[in-house]
């Protein structure tokens, strides 16, 4: 097979052999220009936090080479300071996108603009009672200001009180933890702020107290998710159970195609609404098919999710759809965007559009996008995309590669589904059959692809290995792309992969429902790990036990970006053990890895796996699932 060391996606490897006949540069291409990777960076020994700097250390002490940075720092400091910094990266990304949705739903809820409204009100409830907001015998407008001023409150601070976002989110007992550790955000800017500042030359070396730096911003960075999550769903809906399909295939020779990649759902779900509008437009300009918007990243999550809008691709294969001649705009809002794509771009006839004032691309047309005139911006949008169509050549290479799918299991739905089956107590479900040993426990797959492994292969073999030993799971971002496209997330998939005991939890559950449910759970983009928290939070409640001591896990089989290191660091401060499948740049601090994997346990109950051989990794798993089942067996 050719390609294989790049990607196992049929689609992408069709892709790459169009690439290289037509001499296109790609990822790949620039991956293997940059070998070999600088061995400091790569370790995290590389301080470059001041202007004295780089300072290259050598964490080996037994060997030659400078041990202390220009100013002292050793070994520790530097790589403690350095990951703080990309959590810094990554809780500023997942917060900026929850705060555009809070601004807007502050918006919506003092009637300033109209293109948008409160669309879910049971969840606007259900949000405001989480709050201790008061309901009854109020107007709608009223409790969504109220709720719109907790969410702001969370992001500027209340005078040094706790975020009230985050203890309702978790048990009790892990508040304690948090409690007791110091590690309770007072603002989510507060903590950036904080962060930037510890890290800043001469403030905080102690590689320890920097760690609590590490997971306090990394609560923050949590809060933003659930409050992107639970805001996102008052305003678009709270997803339900759809099915779609995913992969280039979906591309539609016939029809404009518009791909929205990114992650806010604020802008692409009007791009969906003015594509239907459209419609006749694109077919005069002789489009048969009307306007077909596909995602990439976790925009295409966001849409997939809420209007089974299919999946073009994930991450790594972005700059592929436009090789396919096929696109005819992409339209772009924040994150994960590689700005290689403009240099594809302008061998097609593809537009690159991007909407958002503080992300834009050089060389590509920019259609700022405002919540006030939102319907109007997405109009011109996809008649941008109507206009590009017109110029597209005739020659173009759709692989013809997609998967059927399901998506929308949002927590609300994996509620609904269990009450069809358990109407008084739906969370009994899943904690009897882990009690009987049909599921070993969950595992929840987060993050994104990462070219220093081959694409997808990491998430399908892991994925693999744990369905067949019995672990229910559940997954979100670019990995939830990776198993739709290879099927996992069809009811066919449990035939085919799941273990005995996971056959049988399906079984049951399928025959209570009279349908059939998919092998892996779609649970949403980046910020929707947030729902499997509250999931995990509820399934530990009713079983009477904090998270530390409930079978669950993380895994993170390709992470690539800041996000994915602030995600895997509150993953293990809330108690869920975190595979890692690249290995993060903490190596070269033997003190910050060993807090990482291994003392982080003591304190937490989850530590990281970093692992990168998937087999492996599974093994690792599987026995972290397995202790603590045995402790609550023990204690029982
Ligand atoms: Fe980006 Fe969210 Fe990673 Fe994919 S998974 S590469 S962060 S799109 Ni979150």
Redesign the pocket.
């Known amino acids: 097979m050719v390609f294989e060391k790049e990607t196992i996606d049929p689609a992408a490897q069709e892709m790459l052999q169009v690439a290289e006949e037509e001499g296109r540069e790609t990822t790949w291409d620039l991956r293997e220009q940059m070998e070999p990777q600088c061995g400091f960076g790569d370790t995290g020994v590389c301080c470059n936090i001041c202007l004295q700097g780089p300072c290259r250390v050598n964490p080996n002490y037994n060997e030659k080479g400078n041990q202390k940075g220009i100013c002292g720092a050793r070994d520790y400091t530097i790589v403690a300071r350095n990951l703080v910094r990309h959590t810094v990266g990554g809780t500023s990304s997942h917060s900026g996108h929850a705060r555009h949705v809070a601004e807007l739903f502050r918006e919506v809820a003092e009637g300033h603009v109209d293109s948008y409204e409160v669309k879910d009100k049971e969840k606007l409830m259900k949000v405001a009672d989480k709050l201790e907001i008061e309901t009854e015998d109020r107007e709608t407008n009223e409790i969504a200001k109220e709720v719109a001023e907790e969410a702001i409150g969370n992001f500027i601070g209340f005078h040094g009180e706790e975020l009230s976002w985050l203890e309702p989110m978790v048990p009790e007992s892990r508040y304690q933890i948090f409690n007791e550790c110091n590690i309770i955000p007072t603002g989510i800017n507060d903590a950036i702020n904080e962060a930037m500042h510890r890290t800043a030359m001469g403030v905080d070396s102690d590689p320890l107290n920097l760690i609590f730096g590490n997971l306090q911003t990394a609560l923050a960075d949590f809060t933003g998710c659930t409050i992107g999550t639970d805001l996102s769903d008052i305003i678009f809906g709270t997803p339900e159970v759809v099915e779609s399909e995913a992969n280039l295939g979906v591309l539609d020779e016939d029809a404009v195609n518009v791909i929205v990649h990114g ?1 806010e759902p604020v802008l692409s779900e009007k791009v969906v609404a003015a594509a239907k509008k459209l419609e006749d437009e694109a077919k005069e300009a002789g489009a048969e098919n009307g306007i077909n918007v596909a995602g990439i ?2 925009t295409g999550n966001e849409l997939l999710m809420r209007q089974g809008v299919p999946l073009a691709t ?2 790594a294969s972005q700059e592929l759809a436009i090789m396919t001649g096929a696109v005819d705009a992409m339209v772009v809002d924040i ?2 965007i590689m700005p290689s794509i403009q240099s594809v771009a302008n061998c097609y006839h593809t537009e690159i559009i991007t909407t958002i004032p503080f992300s834009k691309i050089s060389g590509a047309k920019h259609i700022e996008f405002n919540d006030s005139t939102a319907d109007q911006d997405a109009e011109e949008i996809v008649r941008t995309a109507i206009e590009a169509y017109k110029e597209r050549p005739k020659e173009i290479n759709i692989p013809d590669y997609k998967s059927k799918l399901m998506a929308g299991f949002s927590f609300e739905e994996i509620e609904n589904i269990l009450s069809q089956v358990n109407e008084d107590d739906p969370l009994s479900v899943i904690n009897d059959a882990i009690d009987e040993g049909d599921i070993k426990g969950i595992c929840l797959f ?4 990462n070219t220093k492994v081959t694409h997808d292969k990491n998430h399908t073999e892991v994925a693999k290995g744990l369905v067949e030993n019995d672990v229910l799971c559940v997954a ?4 939830a792309n990776a198993l739709g496209k290879a099927g996992f997330m069809l009811p066919e998939a449990v035939e085919e992969y799941a273990g005995e005991g996971l056959k049988r939890f399906f079984s049951k559950l399928n025959e209570e429902l009279g349908k059939e449910l998919p092998l892996i759970w779609h649970m949403g ?2 910020v929707d790990n947030s729902r499997l928290i509250e999931f995990v939070t509820a399934l530990a409640n009713h079983k009477g036990v904090d998270i530390g001591e409930y079978p669950i896990v993380a895994s993170a089989p390709e992470p ?2 800041e ?2 290191v602030s995600i895997g660091s509150w993953c293990v401060t809330i108690g869920l053990t975190t595979h890692v499948g690249v290995l993060p740049q903490i190596t070269g601090s033997r003190l910050v890895t060993e807090v990482a994997t291994k003392v982080a346990k003591d304190v937490y109950d989850g530590y990281f796996i970093l692992e990168s051989d998937p087999e492996a990794a599974v093994e690792e798993l599987v026995a972290e699932l397995d202790e603590r089942t045995w402790v609550q067996d023990m204690k029982a």
Do not use: E
């Open positions: 992650h990243c976790c994930n991450f994150q994960c987060a993050g994104c692809n979100t971002g670019c990995v983009s980046c690539m970006h996000k994915a």
